[in-house]
């Protein structure tokens, strides 16, 4: 039986960006996003139907919807 040593997430949840990385076999690699990317924009938004959209397909709706859109939210989680 192989015995794996466990794996540990790192989170950076930034004002402007977050980003995820794994840290496995004395090595951390960044975990990149549905959209190929390292970095992903810190926004979320709710749309009509009451699907939560994040990163790019939150943020381009900080104009046209921002009563249900949040940025620059750490703010209010970080006291």
Do not use: C
Not at 3 to 13: E, N, Q, R, V
Not at 27 to 38: F, R, V
Not at 41 to 54: A, F, I, N, T
Request: aromatic fraction near 6%; charged fraction near 20%; glycine fraction near 8%.
């Amino acid at each position: 039986m192989t015995h794996k040593k466990p794996a540990a997430i790192g989170i950076d949840l930034g004002t402007t960006n977050s980003a995820i990385a794994v840290w496995q076999d004395g090595k951390s690699e960044l975990i990149p996003n549905a959209l190929a990317q390292y970095l992903t924009p810190s926004v979320v938004s709710v749309d009509d139907d009451g699907q939560v959209l994040v990163g790019e397909a939150a943020q381009s709706r900080l104009i046209t919807r921002p009563q249900e859109t949040a940025a620059a939210f750490k703010h209010y989680v970080v006291g």
